[in-house]
């Protein structure tokens, strides 16, 4: 079994920058996509970002699209999400997941395991 740890979260003021970390832990995400998404309290888990395997294809939720950058080093099986221009509206809990499958999704019923979340809070 893969799992996921997540690193990287913080308090920031608005306009700050973040970079989280994705490393896999007790396996490797070799040949998987993987995804950034997020939960805020009493909402749903939303999408942020999305890259394949190779790191050719990459896909952003219209509300971080310009400020997000997703990328992988699949040398240190780690994945970023360099978060900038924050707002506080991105407060919410981060959570990366992976799929057994090479290519993007923006769906998170198709993702296969999950790490435990790092919080991202952003004050005005």
């Known amino acids: 079994q893969v799992h996921l740890v997540e690193s990287g979260g913080g308090l920031v003021q608005a306009g700050g920058s973040l970079r989280l970390s994705c490393a896999a832990s007790g396996g490797t995400f070799r040949g998987n996509a993987m995804g950034w998404f997020r939960q805020a309290p009493g909402k749903g888990r939303e999408f942020v970002a999305t890259?394949?395997?190779?790191?050719?294809?990459?896909y952003y939720a219209e509300s971080v699209k310009g400020r997000f950058t997703i990328s992988r080093d699949n040398a240190k099986n780690t994945v970023y999400l360099q978060m900038n221009s924050l707002k506080p509206e991105d407060t919410a809990v981060y959570y990366c997941?992976?799929?057994?499958?090479?290519?993007?999704?923006?769906?998170?019923?198709?993702?296969?395991?999950w790490g435990q979340g790092t919080q991202v809070t952003v004050s005005s």
């Open positions: 890259i394949n395997w190779s790191g050719g294809s990459t």
């Open positions: 997941g992976g799929r057994h499958e090479l290519g993007i999704s923006s769906d998170y019923g198709r993702y296969d395991y």
